[in-house]
């Protein structure tokens, strides 16, 4: 791994979330575009935008006085994507990862279509300098009820597992995992609330992690609104 790499994390410019009504989003434009000067300065070797694009919920509840007006939704991700195209072309914006107000807290077949249209798959890998980073949805991670999701939800677990274990003989180093939501914030076993994941679904992708050579020892999440670090060895894979 060359020491020298870092990559810029971009999380929930939530374009919208400032004023009311929500089509006047140029606060988190203005900030959004400030950071991406920075970005171009510090020329990093890749973005990632870690979900939250927009603040309108695409499954169009709690919007309020705002409901039935998904060209609320559009509008915003066109000032998050007329923003991102200021990103100099030396640097690759990598992934986007899915957020609750890009699919609904209850995502639906519908929302996820949305996303993936216009934000490409809600999972994947890359690799860079000897890392591989994994991306995934961690929003159907935490509310499936909806027709047909719950689907979707084994099917990116089944998916995970393989992509962790292959990664076994693959000429990287070592694994990132990249989210939206966190497994956790202060302790692998703590209650299920906002900003993690229910406790059953933490077991069992945390649990996919033991036993494999080349487990992940970071995972990079938005959606909390804060700068958190938290060192939790004991919720991965042994050295």
């Not at 107000?101 to 519908?110: F, I, K, Q, R, V």
Request: charge should be negative.
């Amino acid at each position: 791994v060359d020491e020298s790499t870092f990559f810029v994390q971009l999380a929930d410019p939530q374009f919208g979330i400032q004023n009311s009504p929500q089509l006047d989003f140029q606060p988190e434009q203005l900030m959004l575009n400030l950071s991406i000067r920075q970005i171009n300065r510090l020329s990093p070797r890749f973005v990632i935008l870690s979900g939250d694009m927009q603040n309108w919920y695409a499954d169009d509840e709690g919007n309020g006085q705002l409901t039935k007006r998904p060209d609320v939704g559009d509008a915003q991700v066109a000032g998050v994507k007329q923003s991102l195209s200021l990103l100099d072309g030396s640097i690759p914006l990598k992934a986007t990862m899915p957020g609750n107000h890009d699919l609904g807290n209850a995502p639906t077949l519908a929302t996820l279509a949305r996303y993936e249209e216009l934000w490409g798959a809600d999972k994947g890998w890359f690799d860079v300098d000897g890392v591989r980073f994994v991306y995934f949805n961690t929003q159907i991670l935490q509310n499936a009820s909806m027709p047909g999701v719950q689907a979707r939800v084994q099917a990116q677990a089944t998916w995970l597992n393989e992509t962790l274990r292959s990664t076994a003989a693959a000429d990287v180093e070592g694994v990132v995992l990249l989210a939206h939501i966190p497994p956790f914030i202060g302790h692998h076993a703590e209650p299920f609330g906002w900003a993690n994941w229910p406790p059953a679904v933490r077991q069992e992708v945390l649990g996919m992690t033991q036993g494999v050579a080349k487990a992940p020892r970071v995972v990079v999440c938005g959606h909390f609104h804060g700068n958190v670090e938290r060192v939790e060895s004991s919720a991965f894979g042994a050295p």
